[in-house]
């Protein structure tokens, strides 16, 4: 799941998927205990949780079962998942009630808009961005998400040794992301290139397609100095 930058330019295709009855019914009945509708204000994450816990955001979850496995093995920490998915919300909105993840909530929403509008200044411990649409041909490479804009809009909102972590199959938006994130004076990467696989992640639906096309897995995780 991708957004708009700052010219317009669309970086998500939304995909039009049929809904199950399981997902519908989420939908219908766990979007108003789970979802945070868009708005144009800051959001109050200690109103929403109920505590003072460290803050990730993921953008994109897909269908979210990464998103709440996280969630559920660290409810010590809080979790946005943001993403333009219906299918996706309403699978994770499931997710959500059976295994009562009270740190784990919902934004259906453009990502780049939810970035600019609804997150305050140092708020985040942490930024997830996982496979993210990679646009593979030349000429659509200008709508990936991983851009000097986008992560100079990022920046601001991540506190002191916080993180961004994205990961990708694909080699040349890999090595874009590395470009982008070493012209950051902000940004350290402790492994000097691509990461280690970092043990707490799970597997992706999008991660076992990349795998079983002898793609490989490259990780990048960023210190915000």
Request: charged share 30%.
């Amino acid at each position: 799941m991708q957004e708009y930058d700052k010219r317009g330019i669309r970086s998500y295709v939304l995909r039009t998927g049929r809904l199950s009855r399981l997902q519908k019914n989420a939908l219908e009945t766990l979007s108003d205990r789970y979802s945070i509708p868009f708005q144009n204000k800051h959001i109050n994450f200690e109103k929403i949780f109920g505590n003072n816990n460290p803050v990730i955001i993921e953008i994109g979850f897909g269908m979210g079962h990464a998103t709440a496995e996280i969630a559920d093995k660290n409810r010590h920490k809080n979790y946005i998942g943001i993403e333009v998915h219906t299918p996706g919300v309403g699978k994770l909105l499931s997710r959500i009630d059976i295994l009562n993840l009270s740190n784990l909530r919902i934004i259906q929403y453009d990502a780049v808009h939810v970035i600019r509008t609804m997150v305050p200044s140092g708020s985040l411990q942490g930024v997830h961005i996982f496979f993210p649409d990679p646009w593979p041909k030349k000429k659509h490479n200008k709508r990936r998400l991983i851009k000097h804009e986008f992560i100079e809009e990022l920046l601001p909102l991540i506190k002191k040794d916080g993180y961004i972590y994205a990961v990708t199959d694909w080699e040349d938006y890999a090595e874009q992301i590395l470009r982008v994130f070493n012209k950051f004076t902000e940004l350290k990467n402790p492994y000097g290139n691509y990461a280690d696989g970092i043990e707490w992640r799970p597997d992706t639906s999008f991660e076992k397609k990349g795998i079983k096309k002898n793609h490989k897995i490259r990780e990048i995780w960023e210190i915000v100095l």
